[in-house]
Structures are given as structure tokens and as C-alpha cells.
């Protein structure tokens, strides 16, 4: 059951509807059971040791308050061991031998958000959590479980003490925010995706201008997946009473890959910030060193923490690339910062803008690696390595035509005109989508999403817009009209 299927809008009313109607001391038992069972439907089977990491951080957390740094060590090792067992058991798979253990869904989430956790109890920046059912609702609510985004226990702990009841005003936010996030995983990513899954398998058939083509599409996609997301899970909290943290704000608009980090998966990168970058950074390394050096330089703790982020999102070898790839871009930065001194603040506008299409085209070249350690089509390293060497083949316009034609019709749409449909509304819903973005950049300073459009002049051209296109894209990526798999099979509905 995903955050965008009509199943799980069913869920939310019901679950909506009685949680804020409950007395307070049956509210958080009952958002636990729901949580619970939205995972069940995801993945029952991983359903024990989801509830088991939880229980196994909170009696880690309890503890603490008498043995603090052993319980400490404990949980964090404990949580770090179960992580890398899940993510990279696979590796050692053989045939007849050892076989592959699944990876729970959202289990680097919830581990991260377990360690940060234990980590501020420790440090004193947040009570150990005493009431049991407390502490693990935070750690499964089903809004945030599986893709994020990584609360604190700080933040979100103090709020399940707290009663909460119907709120009209909060209740038009939420559905603002849920307007546009549906709106950026239905009607932009999933219709994007039609695409990616076309070209990226089968990239050795096509020429250069459409594997570009197919990247950008692929670098929107993941962003309007993960941005919908975020703010679908922050709507769902707004509908509860519950305020989560915004994971994306505008990181396009970037002028430098500083800015795009501290904008892009805002609570894994301050997550690296916080508990592993600062570290190493304060680390006193003159025992190591024998008295040479007694901090690491900034540069070795930025490529470890950007590394490391290559292993978080898989073991294989392109994400492993990936995670070199972000590392020296920030490691550059650094270094060109060092040699020339930071950028002034206020510089003409087209040195901003040639800076933002540098970033772009820098985080789209990494993409292909992401994308490919992402497929399930058996890609490899050196399929990513092909995929971009390809980009400067096949410079035919007649060819593009005929791929861009070829590429829709023979993967999803056997439809002439759906085929002129799809790479319209692409390309409408893509302009729509960074408008916004723009809008909220430029005009808003990166207020929250469901504030920006709430002070747009023609708001309620705008509802109608996201909703409008929500459900053609609803249509486009089931077939489209007169498909064979029809709107109604989307997502079980």
C-alpha cells in the first residue's frame, strides 16, 4: 500500500477519522496498531523484525539511564550490524548455498532514526523515552517508515504526549500539501518512469540525445518521487496534528553542491551532519598521527561522509561510484573555495544560472550510476560507464525523432496519439512542477510548500491544476485511455 494508491486514501480517512476522536490515552496505541498493519500490507513478513529493531532500541534507550555508554555502544553497533546484514547479505549469496535475505522496507530509515535517537539521549538533547508504545510509534509510524523523512526524537516524541483533535485550519494545509505531493509522484515521477524503464535497459538501441534525454528525465523523477513523498508523509502528519520535517527545498536552484545538499534530503544529509561528519571533524587523531596532525582536514571528513552515503544507498559498485562522484564534487568545491576564495553572495544573474545548469548537469551524470544501481535489469558499473559514452552518438535529429516516437510506442503506449499525449503532458507537468519550485525559491525564500501555495494571487487555479493533472496521470501510466491494463487497475483499485 503506497502513499499515492487509492487504498491507502481509504486508510488515511478511516484512521484519521478515529484517531481524533479517541480519548488521548488510546491514541497513540491506536496510530501504532494502524502503523503496524499499513506495514503489513507493504511487507508482512518483514513485519516482526521491524517491530523487533524497534523494541531492541527502546530497551537499548531504557538502559542508558543506568548504564549509559555500554547501553550506548550497545544499540548503536547493534543497529549498525542489523543495517549492514540486511543491505548486504546479498553479496555473499550463492547458489545452493547461502541464499539472499530480504531487506525490510524503510529499514535504513528507522535504524538512522533509532541511532540519532540513542545519540541524543545520550547527549542529553532528549529525554530517554520511558513509555514503550511512545517509543516505537516514533519509530513506525507508517508516514515516515518507509522512505523517510528521518524525524528526531526530539521533535516528534514530545508530540505524541500531546492531545490531538480536528483543527479545520491545519486541515486545509495538509490538503494543500497533499494536492502537490500527489501531484509531483503521480502526474510528473510516475509518468516520467514510463520512459526510464524504456530506454535505460535497452540504452545500446538508442543515440545520444535520447539517453540524455532519458537521464533528465530520470534525475526528475527520483526528485519529484522523493520531494511528493516527503510532503505527502508531512501532510499526513498535518492531518493527525503532527508536524514532520521538510526533506526538499528547491535544490535545483542551487548555485553550488553546498547549497543543493542542504537542500536535497534535508534529514539524511543533517543526519550526516550531525552524527558523522561532526565527529570525525572533532575527532582529537594526534594518538593515530603521533602528534602530527590533531584534527582530520575538512576535506577527508567531507569525501568520508559522502562515501559513506554511496554504501548507505547500496552495496553494489554503482552506488558505491555515485557516492565517489558526490564526494569529489564537494571535495572540489572545498578545494576551489580554498584556491579562490567563496563566491561573492550577489553575482550577475547569468553567472548564477550558468552555475545552477553546472550543478545539474554534474548531478545528472551521477544519476545514471544511481539509476543503474537502482534497476533491476541486471545493469552494471560498466553499463553506466556505456550509458554515458553513448551520449556523444547517434546525433541525428531524423533519429531522435524516430527513437522519441519508437521509444513510447514500442514500451507503453501502441497509440499514436497517446504517444503525442505523453511527451505533452511531460513536458506540461515538468514546467508546471519547476514553476512552483521557482516560485518558492524566488518569491517565497523556501517558505514551506503548503505556504507558498497558499499565498499564490490565483491559488485556486493552482488546486485545480495539480488535481486536474493528478488524475490524468492517474490514466497516463495505467495505459492511458482505451489501454488494455485500464485506470481502474491502478494500484489494485
Not at 33 to 58: C, Q, R
Not at 248 to 266: L, Q
Request: include cysteine.
Amino acid at each position: 500500500m503506497s502513499l499515492q494508491s487509492f487504498g491507502f486514501f481509504g486508510f488515511l480517512l478511516i484512521v484519521a477519522a478515529v484517531y481524533l476522536h479517541l480519548p488521548q490515552r488510546w491514541q497513540n496505541p491506536f496510530l501504532l496498531a494502524a502503523s503496524w498493519y499499513f506495514y503489513a500490507k507493504a511487507m508482512p513478513a518483514m513485519l516482526p523484525v521491524t517491530i523487533a529493531i524497534a523494541v531492541f532500541a527502546y530497551a537499548c534507550g531504557r538502559a542508558m539511564q543506568q548504564h549509559k555508554t555500554a547501553a550506548l555502544r550497545v544499540g548503536v553497533v547493534g543497529l549498525l550490524a542489523i543495517l549492514a546484514f540486511f543491505k548486504y547479505n546479498g553479496a555473499f549469496a550463492t547458489d545452493g548455498g547461502w541464499q539472499a535475505v530480504a531487506m525490510p522496507l524503510g529499514i535504513s530509515f528507522y535504524s538512522f532514526a533509532a541511532i540519532s535517537y540513542l545519540i541524543d539521549a545520550a547527549r542529553g538533547d532528549c529525554d530517554v523515552e520511558t513509555n514503550f508504545i511512545d517509543c516505537v510509534l516514533y519509530l513506525n509510524f507508517f508516514a515516515t517508515i518507509t522512505q523517510g523523512p528521518i524525524c528526531r526524537a526530539g521533535d516528534l516524541l514530545p508530540q505524541f504526549k500531546q492531545e490531538h483533535r480536528f483543527d479545520a485550519a491545519r486541515t486545509v494545509r495538509a490538503l494543500r500539501l497533499l494536492a502537490l505531493g500527489l501531484f509531483k509522484m503521480v502526474a510528473i515521477s510516475d509518468v516520467l518512469g514510463l520512459l526510464v524503464d524504456e530506454v535505460f535497459p535497452n540504452y545500446r538501441s538508442y543515440g545520444g540525445p535520447m539517453l540524455i534525454l532519458a537521464a533528465v528525465f530520470y534525475t526528475f523523477q527520483l526528485y519529484f518521487n522523493f520531494s511528493g513523498y516527503s510532503e505527502t508523509a508531512r501532510a499526513v502528519g498535518l492531518l493527525l496534528g503532527l508536524d514532520l520535517p521538510e526533506n526538499f527545498k528547491t535544490p535545483f536552484f542551487a548555485t553550488n553542491f553546498s547549497g543543493f545538499w542542504s537542500r536535497w534530503h534535508i534529514s539524511f544529509s543533517s543526519w550526516l551532519q550531525d552524527y558523522l561528519f561532526m565527529p570525525l571533524a572533532w575527532a582529537d587523531v594526534s594518538g593515530l598521527t603521533g602528534g602530527k596532525m590533531q584534527r582530520l582536514p575538512v576535506e577527508i571528513c567531507v569525501f568520508t561522509v559522502f562515501f559513506v552515503s554511496g554504501f548507505w544507498h547500496g552495496n553494489t559498485l554503482p552506488f558505491v561510484i555515485w557516492g565517489l562522484l558526490q564526494a569529489c564534487y564537494r571535495v572540489g568545491e572545498e578545494l576551489m573555495h580554498r584556491r579562490f576564495g567563496k563566491p561573492k553572495k550577489k553575482a550577475p544573474a547569468k553567472t548564477l544560472w550558468a552555475k545552477r545548469a553546472g550543478v545539474f548537469v554534474l548531478w545528472t551524470v551521477s544519476m545514471v550510476f544511481f539509476c543503474v544501481g537502482m534497476s533491476g535489469a541486471g545493469l552494471t558499473a560498466g553499463d553506466a560507464f556505456a550509458y554515458l559514452g553513448g551520449w556523444f552518438t547517434g546525433w541525428s535529429p531524423a533519429r531522435f525523432t524516430a527513437e522519441l516516437y519508437g521509444a513510447a510506442y514500442n514500451g507503453f503506449y501502441a497509440n499514436t496519439i497517446m504517444v503525442a499525449a505523453y511527451y505533452a503532458f511531460a513536458v506540461a507537468v515538468l514546467v508546471i512542477g519547476l514553476a512552483l519550485d521557482a516560485r518558492r525559491a524566488f518569491a517565497y525564500k523556501n517558505k514551506p510548500a503548503e505556504i507558498c501555495l497558499a499565498n499564490e494571487k490565483h491559488r485556486w487555479v493552482v488546486y485545480y491544476v495539480l488535481v486536474i493533472c493528478l488524475l490524468i496521470g492517474y490514466i497516463m501510466q495505467s495505459g492511458g485511455f482505451g489501454g488494455a491494463s485500464g485506470f481502474g487497475m491502478y494500484a489494485n483499485f
